[in-house]
Protein backbone atom coordinates (compact mmCIF):
# COMPACT_ATOMS: atom_id res chain seq x y z
CA UNK A 1 0.00 0.00 0.00
CA UNK A 2 1.15 3.75 -0.91
CA UNK A 3 1.25 5.70 2.07
CA UNK A 4 0.74 8.76 -0.56
CA UNK A 5 -1.87 8.54 -3.10
CA UNK A 6 -2.35 11.44 -5.29
CA UNK A 7 -5.58 12.82 -7.87
CA UNK A 8 -5.73 12.23 -10.98
CA UNK A 9 -3.10 10.43 -12.67
CA UNK A 10 -3.09 12.50 -15.55
CA UNK A 11 -4.90 16.54 -16.04
CA UNK A 12 -5.10 18.22 -19.58
CA UNK A 13 -6.57 21.75 -19.16
CA UNK A 14 -7.17 24.50 -21.11
CA UNK A 15 -4.92 28.11 -20.58
CA UNK A 16 -6.64 30.58 -18.06
CA UNK A 17 -8.15 27.11 -16.40
CA UNK A 18 -8.03 26.87 -12.10
CA UNK A 19 -6.18 23.44 -11.62
CA UNK A 20 -6.44 21.67 -8.46
CA UNK A 21 -4.61 18.46 -7.59
CA UNK A 22 -5.21 16.37 -4.61
CA UNK A 23 -2.91 14.41 -2.17
CA UNK A 24 -3.75 11.77 0.75
CA UNK A 25 -1.67 10.17 2.80
CA UNK A 26 -2.55 7.40 5.26
CA UNK A 27 -0.33 8.08 8.72
CA UNK A 28 1.17 10.64 10.55
CA UNK A 29 3.16 12.98 9.06
CA UNK A 30 5.73 16.09 10.10
CA UNK A 31 5.80 18.47 6.82
CA UNK A 32 4.38 17.55 3.23
CA UNK A 33 6.27 18.80 -0.24
CA UNK A 34 4.75 19.96 -3.31
CA UNK A 35 7.30 19.48 -6.04
CA UNK A 36 7.07 20.29 -9.77
CA UNK A 37 9.00 17.63 -12.41
CA UNK A 38 9.94 18.89 -15.93
CA UNK A 39 9.86 16.55 -18.96
CA UNK A 40 13.83 16.73 -18.48
CA UNK A 41 13.22 15.15 -15.51
CA UNK A 42 15.17 17.57 -13.08
CA UNK A 43 12.87 18.42 -9.87
CA UNK A 44 11.95 21.74 -8.25
CA UNK A 45 10.72 22.13 -4.62
CA UNK A 46 7.23 24.42 -4.81
CA UNK A 47 6.29 24.11 -1.12
CA UNK A 48 6.98 22.94 1.94
CA UNK A 49 3.91 23.04 4.79
CA UNK A 50 2.77 21.41 7.71
CA UNK A 51 -0.37 23.74 8.12
CA UNK A 52 -2.70 25.58 6.91
CA UNK A 53 -2.37 27.79 3.44
CA UNK A 54 0.90 28.66 0.90
CA UNK A 55 0.93 31.38 -1.92
CA UNK A 56 3.34 31.68 -4.45
CA UNK A 57 2.51 33.89 -7.49
CA UNK A 58 0.04 31.91 -9.04
CA UNK A 59 0.28 28.75 -6.70
CA UNK A 60 -1.32 27.62 -3.85
CA UNK A 61 -0.93 24.55 -1.56
CA UNK A 62 -3.38 24.14 1.10
CA UNK A 63 -3.04 21.37 4.14
CA UNK A 64 -5.86 19.69 6.12
CA UNK A 65 -3.51 17.66 8.99
CA UNK A 66 -7.52 16.25 10.19
CA UNK A 67 -8.04 14.97 7.23
CA UNK A 68 -5.02 13.61 5.95
CA UNK A 69 -5.09 15.63 2.82
CA UNK A 70 -3.22 18.61 0.99
CA UNK A 71 -4.35 20.11 -2.13
CA UNK A 72 -2.52 22.06 -5.06
CA UNK A 73 -4.33 24.52 -6.99
CA UNK A 74 -2.83 26.75 -9.54
CA UNK A 75 -4.99 29.70 -11.25
CA UNK A 76 -4.95 30.80 -14.57
CA UNK A 77 -2.60 28.33 -15.95
CA UNK A 78 -0.67 28.66 -18.49
CA UNK A 79 1.51 25.54 -20.83
CA UNK A 80 4.35 26.46 -19.29
CA UNK A 81 2.69 24.68 -16.48
CA UNK A 82 2.94 21.62 -17.68
CA UNK A 83 4.78 19.00 -16.11
CA UNK A 84 4.36 16.67 -13.33
CA UNK A 85 4.04 17.54 -9.73
CA UNK A 86 4.60 15.49 -7.19
CA UNK A 87 3.03 14.88 -3.29
CA UNK A 88 6.39 14.08 -0.97
CA UNK A 89 5.26 14.00 2.96
CA UNK A 90 7.60 13.26 5.75
CA UNK A 91 6.97 10.76 8.16
CA UNK A 92 7.62 11.07 11.52
CA UNK A 93 11.07 9.93 11.76
CA UNK A 94 13.34 10.93 8.63
CA UNK A 95 12.39 9.60 5.39
CA UNK A 96 10.23 11.04 2.82
CA UNK A 97 7.49 8.92 1.10
CA UNK A 98 6.37 9.99 -3.13
CA UNK A 99 2.80 10.27 -4.80
CA UNK A 100 3.38 8.64 -8.03
CA UNK A 101 3.16 11.85 -9.76
CA UNK A 102 -0.07 13.92 -11.28
CA UNK A 103 1.21 14.86 -15.33
CA UNK A 104 -0.34 17.91 -16.20
CA UNK A 105 -0.60 18.90 -19.59
CA UNK A 106 -1.71 22.87 -20.34
CA UNK A 107 -3.03 23.66 -24.02
CA UNK A 108 -2.71 26.67 -25.74
CA UNK B 1 24.86 30.00 -8.88
CA UNK B 2 24.58 27.16 -6.03
CA UNK B 3 22.56 24.15 -6.83
CA UNK B 4 23.32 20.34 -7.64
CA UNK B 5 25.14 18.35 -10.62
CA UNK B 6 24.91 14.99 -11.32
CA UNK B 7 26.25 13.67 -14.02
CA UNK B 8 26.54 11.92 -16.78
CA UNK B 9 22.68 12.94 -17.78
CA UNK B 10 22.92 9.87 -20.01
CA UNK B 11 24.83 6.18 -18.98
CA UNK B 12 25.35 3.41 -21.04
CA UNK B 13 26.38 0.28 -19.30
CA UNK B 14 26.91 -3.52 -20.14
CA UNK B 15 24.92 -6.26 -17.57
CA UNK B 16 28.10 -7.03 -15.03
CA UNK B 17 29.94 -3.68 -14.49
CA UNK B 18 30.16 -1.43 -11.71
CA UNK B 19 28.88 2.25 -12.75
CA UNK B 20 29.51 5.15 -10.63
CA UNK B 21 26.71 7.95 -10.71
CA UNK B 22 28.22 11.74 -9.34
CA UNK B 23 26.20 14.65 -7.46
CA UNK B 24 28.26 17.46 -6.31
CA UNK B 25 26.58 20.60 -4.29
CA UNK B 26 27.45 23.67 -3.70
CA UNK B 27 24.67 24.92 -1.44
CA UNK B 28 26.71 23.86 2.26
CA UNK B 29 23.95 21.59 2.44
CA UNK B 30 24.35 18.60 5.29
CA UNK B 31 21.86 15.96 4.14
CA UNK B 32 22.14 14.67 0.88
CA UNK B 33 19.92 11.77 -0.74
CA UNK B 34 19.79 9.55 -4.03
CA UNK B 35 16.63 8.48 -5.17
CA UNK B 36 15.28 5.90 -7.92
CA UNK B 37 12.45 6.74 -9.85
CA UNK B 38 10.52 4.52 -11.95
CA UNK B 39 7.91 5.00 -14.34
CA UNK B 40 4.58 4.34 -12.54
CA UNK B 41 6.49 4.14 -9.24
CA UNK B 42 6.90 7.46 -6.66
CA UNK B 43 10.41 8.08 -6.10
CA UNK B 44 12.25 5.24 -3.33
CA UNK B 45 15.07 5.83 -1.51
CA UNK B 46 18.10 4.18 -2.11
CA UNK B 47 20.92 6.01 0.99
CA UNK B 48 20.88 9.37 2.75
CA UNK B 49 23.80 11.02 4.36
CA UNK B 50 23.11 13.63 6.80
CA UNK B 51 26.88 14.03 7.93
CA UNK B 52 30.25 13.70 6.58
CA UNK B 53 31.54 9.94 6.62
CA UNK B 54 27.97 9.02 7.86
CA UNK B 55 24.84 7.25 5.60
CA UNK B 56 22.32 5.59 6.02
CA UNK B 57 19.96 2.69 4.29
CA UNK B 58 17.15 3.63 1.79
CA UNK B 59 14.41 0.94 1.27
CA UNK B 60 15.82 -0.07 -1.89
CA UNK B 61 19.78 -0.16 -0.13
CA UNK B 62 20.62 -3.45 -1.77
CA UNK B 63 23.00 -3.42 -4.80
CA UNK B 64 24.00 0.34 -4.79
CA UNK B 65 26.70 1.91 -2.16
CA UNK B 66 27.61 5.18 -1.49
CA UNK B 67 30.39 7.15 0.33
CA UNK B 68 30.47 10.76 1.92
CA UNK B 69 33.83 11.24 2.20
CA UNK B 70 33.37 15.06 1.48
CA UNK B 71 30.27 17.57 2.21
CA UNK B 72 29.71 18.85 -1.11
CA UNK B 73 29.99 15.04 -3.10
CA UNK B 74 27.89 11.91 -2.73
CA UNK B 75 28.60 9.54 -5.11
CA UNK B 76 26.39 6.02 -6.25
CA UNK B 77 28.00 2.89 -7.14
CA UNK B 78 25.16 0.44 -8.70
CA UNK B 79 26.85 -2.65 -8.19
CA UNK B 80 26.69 -5.94 -10.77
CA UNK B 81 24.47 -7.48 -7.94
CA UNK B 82 21.38 -4.92 -8.62
CA UNK B 83 18.94 -7.03 -10.45
CA UNK B 84 17.38 -4.34 -12.04
CA UNK B 85 19.76 -1.12 -12.18
CA UNK B 86 17.97 0.37 -15.63
CA UNK B 87 16.42 3.78 -13.87
CA UNK B 88 16.34 7.18 -13.66
CA UNK B 89 18.40 8.29 -10.83
CA UNK B 90 17.95 11.63 -8.76
CA UNK B 91 20.38 13.40 -5.90
CA UNK B 92 19.10 15.87 -3.45
CA UNK B 93 19.91 17.76 -0.81
CA UNK B 94 19.11 19.87 2.33
CA UNK B 95 20.37 21.87 4.64
CA UNK B 96 19.89 20.79 8.15
CA UNK B 97 17.79 17.84 9.49
CA UNK B 98 15.61 15.85 6.80
CA UNK B 99 12.58 17.32 6.90
CA UNK B 100 13.44 20.96 7.83
CA UNK B 101 14.41 22.91 4.85
CA UNK B 102 13.32 21.98 1.33
CA UNK B 103 14.77 19.29 -0.73
CA UNK B 104 17.29 20.47 -3.56
CA UNK B 105 17.33 18.11 -6.82
CA UNK B 106 19.62 17.76 -9.74
CA UNK B 107 19.13 17.03 -13.06
CA UNK B 108 19.13 13.06 -12.50
CA UNK B 109 21.02 10.39 -14.62
CA UNK B 110 19.22 8.19 -16.76
CA UNK B 111 21.22 5.08 -16.78
CA UNK B 112 20.56 2.01 -18.83
CA UNK B 113 22.12 -1.35 -18.52
CA UNK B 114 22.33 -3.98 -21.48
Known amino acids: KNEVEQSPQNLTAQEGEFITINCSYS?????LHWLQQHPGGGIVSLFM???GKKKHGRLIATINIQEKHSSLHITASHPRDSAVYICAVLLTGNQFYFGTGTSLTVIP | DGGITQSPKYLFRKEGQNVTLSCEQN?????MYWYRQDPGQGLRLIYY???????QKGDIAEGYSVSREKKESFPLTVTSAQKNPTAFYLC?????????????FGNGTRLTVT
Open chain 2, 27 to 31: LNHDA
Open chain 2, 49 to 55: SQIVNDF
Open chain 1, 27 to 31: VGISA
Open chain 1, 49 to 51: LSS
Open chain 2, 92 to 104: ASSMGRIGDSPLH
